[in-house]
């Protein structure tokens, strides 16, 4: 892996997995998303169409986050990874090839997969599962499933509440953007709720990555870069993308070159 370049390749293994045995779909959907309800057949498309994007992002955002040495876990035997959103895991997949690939010394990660969608999670489990087998790691992974909808400002509230207070990364990947399609915090800026409910739960040397995509909201009428831009105000920003979004491109066997344009802020403590 090359981090200077934003074109990734999904692994053969990989392609073979979610298209050939999962039976992914390359669909993609131009409008306002709200996966949350999608149904099996819809989560199948996301899988073939979204899971390689945020596997792309994840590879491009970590690797160039830790060449830079913004982040340094080469002291760290263990990692606890809160995932915010994490549908069908396509950034918990990127990430943990990233950390294998920079650090030895990790023996042990954590992951805390929250998602609202049942059928997502299913597929994140057997993904993962298939990662560990392909790989036969030395890596221990332990992923916790918090199959949680969230609906309102009570049910994120519960959520803060059942989750620790120690991970080196939260992160979220293209899953604000359905609380501002679905106007779940009323006028409250969502990117900043979100930030304000779960940084405190971030230890002292660790990250919060928020990344979505860069669309204007047909329900808000605003561009979603610039409600993000709003809400990290207050906040030490270690790194982000430049200008006003970041392209990405991942191939497989049902696309090449596919182009994913997001905006990603990485905040610390």
Known sequence: MNS?????????????????????????????????????????NYLGTYFPRSYAEAIYIF???????????????????????CGTGGEI?????????????????????????????????????????????KLSITPRIIPTKIDDFYDMSVLESVIDSNFDIIMTFKAICEFVTKQQFESKNPYKHFIDTFISKI??????LIEDVTTKNTVSQEWLVEILDRAIMNYNIINRNSDYNQAIFVSHSKKENDVSKVAWRIIKQ
């Open 4 to 44: 200077s370049v934003n074109q990734i390749t999904l692994p053969i293994w990989l392609d073979n997995y979610i298209y050939n045995e999962l039976g992914g779909k390359y669909c993609k959907v131009n409008s306002d998303m709200t996966v949350i309800d999608w149904d099996k057949s819809n989560i199948l």
């Open 63 to 85: 690797n160039g986050l830790f060449n830079n040495r913004d982040i340094d876990f080469s002291d760290k035997e263990e990692l606890n990874v809160f995932d915010f959103g």
């Open 93 to 137: 997949i990127g990430l943990l090839t990233v950390i294998v690939d920079k650090f030895e010394n990790i023996r042990n990660v954590n992951i805390s997969a929250f998602d609202g969608n049942h059928h997502s999670l299913r597929l994140f489990e057997r993904v993962l599962e298939n990662f560990k087998k392909v790989n036969n790691l």
């Open 203 to 208: 230890n002292k040397n660790g990250l919060l």
